[in-house]
């Protein structure tokens, strides 16, 4: 992590008021345009802003970690696994609403913590993938079908498809077994 | 791990295995730790980097979760959060404030503009007589809902008529649409999928521009479910610009951020 950016997160962390609004003025527009077109109102993003500004803080309060990107991006990135979550445990409360427990707000944020290191961790090791594994396990993942798999990376059967996506995933769950952070992530 | 056991854990994920295979795959679950490692590993990947699902935590005691929560609760962390949001509170509030007083400077030119803009809008009432409403924005965030689609989520069966199902849903999301009518061919009303087999047709149908056969393929849809069908019959209707059919099934917005809602 830069410099530059452990003082920004270490004002963010102190509260510095004009850290957040320079944050909120450069940011702000971006998410509440995702979260507008993504079946949101104005007060959810809003709210997205200040509970991924929250998490970012706790986290760096717990212990200092890497961003691979602009702290912007980075940031805007969190806000849109935070919606993700939220429109997914809508989804979850309409279609499954008695095994849903109430989990009291500061777990819930605290699982929203460890789910966003979890994203970090595998999207990082998917991104050291070669190119073809990469894109093969991208639209794998999106549960393109097999036969689609074929045609587009031009190989001769879906048996050929299958192996090579075996051989890509063993790849990328052994790299993330080796990751240290793994181990305090895989019973959440 | 074994290719062999990469296909069934897939086949789990995708909750096709048969009732014996699925009995002989929990009880292997329970006894071999690594292959149930391997399992959850391969589940949370598929949620974690595909689009439509997001992987829950759930473990409320490991450590990490109980780290995050115990610096969650410090008062210091709750006045963080207090602080931060009457931050946001005060500058959204100086700035609707700031954008007043450039308003007052201004109100000269407004006023000027106003009796100017008075003039354009009679003109307008003058020459036009109906007012019309662009739908366009709110017919978009209607159609993505992709309302009655959720089949994953739906249904617990692992047949293949789910896979087809799924197959077809990919297809419309990639605007290919004659092969979700393809993917769908070989089913008929026996199967107790029929409802969204019927939709995903129509809705296929409908993007290929053969609006009369969606129109059609609606009733039969209307059979099983008369709100989904009443929903994208009214979608359709507004997409052609015939808003007096749409308002049947719809209420359409009378604002531009207005969401479009199913008449009751």
Redesign the interface.
């Given at each position: 992590m830069s410099q530059k950016m452990i003082l920004f997160l270490e004002n963010l962390?102190d509260?510095k008021?004009e850290e957040?609004?320079l944050l909120?003025q450069k940011v702000f527009p971006k998410i509440e345009h995702y979260v507008l077109?993504?079946?949101g109102r104005l007060g959810d993003a809003?709210d997205i802003?200040?509970r991924a500004?929250?998490q970012l803080?706790?986290?760096y309060?717990?212990e200092p970690f890497d961003i691979h990107a602009s702290f912007e991006n980075y940031f805007f990135m969190v806000c849109k696994?935070l919606w993700?979550?939220e429109?997914?445990?809508t989804?979850l409360t309409i279609?499954n609403s008695d095994l849903l427990n109430n989990v009291p707000d500061?777990?819930d944020?605290?699982?929203a913590?460890?789910?966003q290191?979890?994203?970090d961790l595998?999207?990082e090791k998917?991104a050291a993938l070669s190119d073809n594994c990469k894109q093969l396990?991208?639209l794998f993942?999106?549960?393109?079908?097999y036969d689609?798999l074929m045609h587009k990376f031009n190989y001769n059967s879906e048996s050929v498809v299958?192996?090579r996506i075996?051989k890509c995933?063993?790849r990328?769950?052994e790299l993330?077994?080796k990751d240290n952070r793994y181990d305090?992530?895989?019973?959440? | 791990m074994k290719i062999e056991d990469d296909i069934l854990i897939e086949k789990f994920l995708k909750n096709t295995l048969s009732d014996e295979e699925r009995t002989s795959f929990m009880k292997r679950m329970a006894s071999d730790t690594s292959f149930k490692e391997h399992v959850i590993l391969e589940q949370q990947l598929l949620e974690v980097l595909g689009d439509n699902y997001w992987s829950f935590a759930t473990n409320e005691k490991n450590a990490r979760v109980v780290a995050y929560k115990k610096i969650l609760e410090s008062e210091e962390t709750q006045q963080l959060k207090t602080t931060i949001a009457e931050t946001l509170e005060q500058h959204k509030q100086q700035a609707s404030q700031s954008s007043v007083k450039h308003a007052f400077s201004l109100s000269f030119i407004l006023k000027v503009a106003a009796v100017f803009l008075i003039f354009c809008i009679s003109v307008f009432w003058y020459f036009s007589s109906n007012t019309t409403i662009d739908y366009a924005a709110a017919s978009k965030r209607a159609w993505d809902k992709n309302i009655g689609l959720d089949f994953a989520l739906r249904s617990t069966s692992a047949d293949t008529v789910k896979v087809s199902l799924e197959k077809a849903l990919y297809y419309y999301s990639h605007q290919e649409y004659d092969s979700v009518l393809s993917t769908l061919k070989p089913y008929r009303d026996a199967n107790h999928q029929y409802k969204d087999i019927l939709l995903m047709r129509a809705l296929a149908h409908y993007r290929l521009h053969y609006t009369k056969t969606a129109m059609t393929t609606l009733d039969s849809v209307a059979i099983h479910a008369p709100k989904i069908a009443k929903w994208y019959r009214g979608l359709m209707y507004l997409d052609q610009h015939k808003i007096e059919e749409a308002s049947l099934f719809l209420e359409l917005p009378s604002e531009a951020n207005q969401e479009i809602k199913l008449k009751e």
């Amino acid at each position: 992590m830069s410099q530059k950016m452990i003082l920004f997160l270490e004002n963010l962390s102190d509260g510095k008021q004009e850290e957040v609004i320079l944050l909120y003025q450069k940011v702000f527009p971006k998410i509440e345009h995702y979260v507008l077109n993504n079946n949101g109102r104005l007060g959810d993003a809003d709210d997205i802003f200040q509970r991924a500004l929250l998490q970012l803080i706790v986290r760096y309060r717990k212990e200092p970690f890497d961003i691979h990107a602009s702290f912007e991006n980075y940031f805007f990135m969190v806000c849109k696994n935070l919606w993700r979550r939220e429109l997914n445990s809508t989804r979850l409360t309409i279609h499954n609403s008695d095994l849903l427990n109430n989990v009291p707000d500061e777990t819930d944020n605290a699982f929203a913590i460890v789910e966003q290191e979890r994203y970090d961790l595998f999207t990082e090791k998917l991104a050291a993938l070669s190119d073809n594994c990469k894109q093969l396990l991208q639209l794998f993942f999106k549960k393109t079908p097999y036969d689609v798999l074929m045609h587009k990376f031009n190989y001769n059967s879906e048996s050929v498809v299958r192996q090579r996506i075996f051989k890509c995933k063993n790849r990328l769950v052994e790299l993330i077994k080796k990751d240290n952070r793994y181990d305090n992530l895989k019973d959440v | 791990m074994k290719i062999e056991d990469d296909i069934l854990i897939e086949k789990f994920l995708k909750n096709t295995l048969s009732d014996e295979e699925r009995t002989s795959f929990m009880k292997r679950m329970a006894s071999d730790t690594s292959f149930k490692e391997h399992v959850i590993l391969e589940q949370q990947l598929l949620e974690v980097l595909g689009d439509n699902y997001w992987s829950f935590a759930t473990n409320e005691k490991n450590a990490r979760v109980v780290a995050y929560k115990k610096i969650l609760e410090s008062e210091e962390t709750q006045q963080l959060k207090t602080t931060i949001a009457e931050t946001l509170e005060q500058h959204k509030q100086q700035a609707s404030q700031s954008s007043v007083k450039h308003a007052f400077s201004l109100s000269f030119i407004l006023k000027v503009a106003a009796v100017f803009l008075i003039f354009c809008i009679s003109v307008f009432w003058y020459f036009s007589s109906n007012t019309t409403i662009d739908y366009a924005a709110a017919s978009k965030r209607a159609w993505d809902k992709n309302i009655g689609l959720d089949f994953a989520l739906r249904s617990t069966s692992a047949d293949t008529v789910k896979v087809s199902l799924e197959k077809a849903l990919y297809y419309y999301s990639h605007q290919e649409y004659d092969s979700v009518l393809s993917t769908l061919k070989p089913y008929r009303d026996a199967n107790h999928q029929y409802k969204d087999i019927l939709l995903m047709r129509a809705l296929a149908h409908y993007r290929l521009h053969y609006t009369k056969t969606a129109m059609t393929t609606l009733d039969s849809v209307a059979i099983h479910a008369p709100k989904i069908a009443k929903w994208y019959r009214g979608l359709m209707y507004l997409d052609q610009h015939k808003i007096e059919e749409a308002s049947l099934f719809l209420e359409l917005p009378s604002e531009a951020n207005q969401e479009i809602k199913l008449k009751e």
